[in-house]
Nanobody
Framework: QVHLVESGGGLVQPGGSLRLSCAAS????????ISWYRQVPGSEREWVAL???????NVASALRVRFRISRDEAKNTVQLQMNNLKPEDTAVYSC?????????WGQGTQVTVSS
């Protein structure tokens, strides 16, 4: 069974940067598209970015200037680099994939942007 584990969240001041990581229990990243989502309590989950099996990436248009997704196959992780963070980026960030048609979510990591 595949498990995803996020790390790297925390408290950061506006304008700061964070680098989130999504680690998998197996070597799935070259075989599965990995996405990052974020969610604020009481709001719908928002798609942030994805990286496909070929390494092609896509980031939500509103975040494209500040966020970047990448993959480190040697470490079996997918990273989300977030720059120039704003208070409205505060959310729980989770990574997601599908394995054999089943949804797999990590537990999420909290990102708080505040002075």
């Amino acid at each position: 069974q595949v498990h995803l584990v996020e790390s790297g969240g925390g408290l950061v001041q506006p304008g700061g940067s964070l680098r989130l990581s999504c680690a998998a229990s197996g070597s799935i990243f070259s075989h599965n598209t990995i996405s990052w989502y974020r969610q604020v309590p009481g709001s719908e989950r928002e798609w942030v970015a994805l990286i496909g099996t070929s390494g092609l990436t896509n980031v939500a248009s509103a975040l494209r200037v500040r966020f970047r997704i990448s993959r480190d196959e040697a470490k079996n992780t997918v990273q989300l680099q977030m720059n120039n963070l704003k208070p409205e980026d505060t959310a729980v960030y989770s990574c997601y994939t599908q394995v054999s048609g089943k949804d797999v979510w990590g537990q999420g990591t909290q990102v708080t942007v505040s002075s």
